[in-house]
């Protein structure tokens, strides 16, 4: 089963609810809980917001479940997921103590893309480090601290309506990991032609669901994974660092299995590390 730990603890991130504690064998909804009590929790702030759905009640929404329903993608990678007889979708995993979307703008699949940006480890000479201990050299990757937890975690992010998975992944990383939106545009111009190419060529690590301590019972993450490798330390290699958007902060972070990084993603590195050889 996917992984689903996440999703299941203690308080809402952003809020004082408290999830309803669903015990490891009663999260698929193949298994019957006549005790299941999960808390409502919409957060106020998606209320009018152009990037998130009404309530499923509102007589003008008429979404279209499992399909790509007028630029949004409400298509899982799971499969067909289940709209139960109030009209609200389930999510793939089971139960996470929470009915409502929490702080998700979408009911059903929200989905996201996440730029897994490497290099190996130099030192001051140029020399990539070995680790002693497996003979394997060390890799480093772009880590953005969340601004919403604190926690370090790869800059994904949404992707908008409309838009391709590949632009989310450029658009994304230049926003958060190179404070792309404080710049101009003649700046933004050249940062775009330095790194286009790069985005190109990337290896896909993970497609699906994502354990986001954001999920609920009828809103979820998902997200596609890809590796952009600088093998020469050449491309993002020489660029500046900047935090921006909803980053706190940047920088090129040592792989190993210390790592301890927002949602599942932790696990989207260790998968990058396998298919590198790398260091873990
Ligand atoms: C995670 O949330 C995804 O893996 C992605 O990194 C991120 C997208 O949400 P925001 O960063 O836009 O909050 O589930
Ligand atoms: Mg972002
Ligand atoms: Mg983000």
Redesign the pocket.
């Known amino acids: 089963r996917m992984l689903h730990q996440k999703c299941r603890q203690g308080l809402y991130p952003s809020s004082n609810v408290k999830r309803f504690a669903v015990p490891e064998e009663r999260v698929p909804w193949t298994v019957d809980y006549p005790e299941y009590k999960p808390v409502a929790y919409t957060a106020n702030v998606l209320k009018g917001k152009p990037w998130a759905d009404p309530e499923i009640n509102e007589p003008t929404f008429k979404p279209k479940w499992n399909t790509v329903d007028d630029k949004v993608n409400r298509k899982s990678f799971t499969g067909d997921y289940i709209v139960n007889a109030d009209g609200y979708p389930l999510n793939p995993v089971g139960r996470t103590g929470i009915v409502g979307r929490g702080l998700l703008g979408r009911w059903g699949p929200n989905h996201a893309a996440d730029p897994i940006v490497t290099r190996w480890k130099r030192d001051n000479t140029g020399t990539v480090e070995i680790n002693k201990n497996t003979g394997k050299p060390v890799l480093q990757f772009v880590a953005i601290q969340r601004r919403d937890s604190g926690e370090w975690a790869i800059p994904g992010?949404m992707v908008d309506p409309n838009e391709t998975v590949s632009a989310t992944l450029m658009r994304?990383f230049m926003?958060?990991a190179l404070n792309f939106l404080e710049m101009d545009d003649t700046e933004r111009k050249v940062l775009q032609n330095s790194i286009m190419e790069f985005f190109t060529k990337g290896d896909e690590i993970y497609k699906g669901y994502v354990d986001d301590p954001r999920n609920t019972d009828n809103a979820w993450m998902e997200t596609v994974a890809i590796n952009f490798h600088d093998e020469e330390n050449n491309v993002v290699g020489k660029l500046a660092l900047k935090a921006g958007?909803?980053a706190r902060n940047v920088r090129w972070m040592d792989v190993n299995k210390e790592i301890n990084l927002y949602a599942n993603h932790s696990e989207f590195v260790r998968k990058t590390v396998l298919q590198r050889n790398a260091h873990w």
């Open positions: 992010g994304e926003e958060e958007d909803d």
